[in-house]
């Protein structure tokens, strides 16, 4: 089921955006152990330490690219997340321009509380702009969009990394914990969540 956002797509977008959601999975290439770089994004966050985080995000993207055999990308991470009334910015993705490197930006803290984001949220938001990334360069589309199809793939990434979620935990009431809102504010030459 396409996003409300499809009606007003021209034909044209919107067989992109078919394209996007009809692809469901990413299998990971064969490749060296990720855990050891995960779990160094984990103790950089735990220990507030960008550049950790940046070094170790960066050692993840480059292994990834490689073995999709895209171009690489550069990642910046930065400490508060910026926020305005449309709610907080996660991540950013800025595609390769005139010869010069795609990028990834991240957040590491909340914008209200500023508190360090969990290093499983952090590193799904990580993969999401890497899938971005993949839309132009692995599956050659023109554009990126937020589809069921794109969130499926990167959620697919995220556990073949990652493993499966912890189950969550239930609150005395009985209603599960709240989920981050990962809500995301896409841009044709440039995807953020």
């Given amino acids: 089921m396409p996003f409300a956002y499809y ?5 044209k977008r919107k067989r992109i955006y078919d394209r996007s959601d009809a692809i469901v999975e ?3 290439p064969a490749g060296q152990d990720t855990a050891p770089v995960i779990s160094a994004i984990a103790a950089g966050l735990d220990a507030d330490r960008e550049t950790e985080v940046q ?5 993840l993207l480059d292994d990834l690219a490689a073995r999709f055999s895209v171009p690489p990308l550069r990642v ?4 508060t997340r910026p926020s305005g009334d449309w709610g907080e910015l996660h991540g950013m993705y800025l595609p390769e321009d005139e010869g010069k490197r795609a990028v ?3 957040w590491m803290r909340t914008a209200r509380k500023e508190k360090v984001v969990a290093p499983r949220t ?6 999401h702009e890497l899938c971005h990334h993949l839309d132009y360069e692995f599956y050659k589309l023109p554009e990126t969009f937020h589809t069921e199809g794109f969130y499926k793939r990167e959620s697919h990434l995220l556990h073949q990394l990652a493993g499966p979620p912890e189950p969550k935990k239930v609150q005395a009431s009985g209603a599960s914990s709240p989920r981050t809102n990962t809500g995301t504010r896409g841009a044709r030459a440039q995807s953020s969540s």
Avoid: G, H, S
Avoid at 55 to 59: E, G, S, V
């Fill in 104 to 106: 990834v930006e991240l």
């Fill in 26 to 28: 990413l299998p990971l």
């Fill in 122 to 127: 952090f590193l799904r938001t990580l993969l």
């Fill in 7 to 11: 009606d007003r797509l021209t034909a």
């Fill in 76 to 79: 910046k991470v930065y400490a």
């Fill in 55 to 59: 070094r170790a995000c960066q050692q």
